[in-house]
């Protein structure tokens, strides 16, 4: 299957022109990688800062890369195989006659080499929705690694062109008024763009974003530069913060979250790690949003469910709630199932079903105490309502989930 999966994503890919190679590691000879670009314009290039970074390329993460020339990478090491998978270059735009200046002039490239930049992105596909191209490897890393099981990484290589690093120091301290205007305007551009891809939970457009943001250079405030995109980052977090409670996610979820950003931002020490943070927090609140938001709900019905899934070992019933929440029990009830769909008793019992079955699945506790942490405790009326919601016993749905586990790892075996 694993085989098949990569495959069609090749094909998938190299029919729209965008290069797909498997490399082999440790990994010496890259000049192929960026088409030859390098070494035709640097006489004595040597790529080596490209082999070490291939060389630590880590295990069940996706590498987004973008270099100096704009160009974008995808790479990640095939499971159980001492290969990468090295996908690109590939342009998020149509190279026209003014952004290639402005690269040519960023790059400060000698105008006898103009040339053969112009001749580089002619042979380059351009992929005009990032968002398309990074849900491929959203869908193919679920499927290789397993949901959520795996990183994904958005980063820079500025790093690897030694043009670029004294370009970016010149326009932090010195830089023209007029390109100072075009670069913030950009800036707040894409960070008003960013802050609707997280409303929206839409993570490939959200990380395409991040991606396009870590290449702006920021206004220099402190003299410590870490520290000032530290304090950006910070930020970043407080109005991501406030776009999940416009999603009406309820603020214990969004509290818990934040702490945690908090706590990842201030172990940051250096450049690369900031970039990485910024993707990981973007990306976790993107997934808050989508599980959590209940922007469509009314007040009172966004507090039970809220209060449904902080404990479903509490007193759930209707009456409890209708207590608590100070209304009428006949008009809750009516709310509740005109807006969800289901009586609150049916939500209820399907929550604590549900929470049973990740149990059930991802633990070995016994059936007896699985229900009670689910809220039920007699143990019968958890088996017979967990039977009639799924058609099995608790048991059975166990038995069954560990064969489909011990299956799926035969036939891992088998393909490799």
Not at 50 to 62: A, C, P, S, W
Request: proline share 4%.
């Amino acid at each position: 299957m694993r085989e098949i999966l990569l495959t069609f994503v090749q094909n998938l890919l190299e029919n729209n022109r965008i290069p797909v190679h498997f490399v082999a590691l440790p990994c010496a000879d890259v000049p192929w990688m960026d088409c030859g670009l390098r070494a035709d314009i640097l006489p004595d290039y040597a790529p080596d800062s490209v082999q070490d970074y291939l060389n630590q390329i880590r295990e069940k993460t996706i590498y987004h890369l973008r270099d100096t020339f704009q160009c974008s990478y995808s790479i990640f090491r095939v499971p159980d195989s001492n290969e990468l998978m090295i996908c690109g270059p590939v342009l998020f735009e149509e190279m026209r006659p003014s952004r290639l200046n402005n690269i040519a002039a960023r790059v400060r490239l000698p105008q006898e080499l103009y040339a053969v930049l112009q001749g580089y992105y002619l042979r380059l596909a351009a992929f005009p929705v990032p968002a398309v191209y990074y849900s491929i490897f959203l869908t193919l890393g679920n499927a290789l690694f397993g949901e959520n099981q795996y990183e994904t990484i958005y980063q820079d290589l500025n790093d690897m062109d030694e043009w670029y690093e004294s370009y970016s120091q010149h326009y932090r301290s010195e830089g023209d008024s007029l390109m100072n205007i075009e670069m913030i305007e950009m800036r707040y551009a894409l960070e008003a763009q960013l802050l609707d891809a997280v409303f929206n939970g839409n993570e490939a457009k959200a990380m395409a974003l991040v991606s396009k943001l870590s290449s702006v250079a920021l206004p220099c405030r402190l003299s410590d530069e870490l520290r000032d995109y530290k304090d950006y980052t910070i930020t970043f977090n407080t109005l991501f913060r406030k776009k999940a409670e416009e999603a009406g996610v309820h603020p214990i979820h969004i509290d818990l979250c934040s702490n945690q950003h908090v706590q990842l931002i201030e172990q940051i020490t250096n450049m690369d790690q900031c970039h990485t943070v910024w993707s990981r927090i973007t990306l976790n609140y993107c997934r808050l949003i989508r599980k959590h938001t209940l922007k469509d709900y009314s007040l009172l019905t966004q507090k039970i469910i809220t209060y449904i899934n902080s404990d479903l070992t509490a007193d759930l019933s209707l009456k409890t709630m209708s207590e608590w929440l100070n209304v009428n029990a006949s008009y809750l009830s009516t709310l509740f199932k005109k807006e969800v769909g289901i009586p609150l008793t049916d939500f209820v019992n399907h929550q604590r079903i549900e929470q049973a079955k990740k149990l059930l699945i991802v633990t070995e506790l016994p059936t007896k105490t699985i229900a009670q942490q689910c809220g039920i405790p007699d143990i019968y009326y958890f088996s017979r309502l967990f039977k009639k919601r799924t058609g099995v016993t608790p048991k059975m749905y166990r038995e069954s989930a560990a064969r489909d586990h011990d299956l799926q790892q035969h036939k891992d075996v088998d393909f490799q």
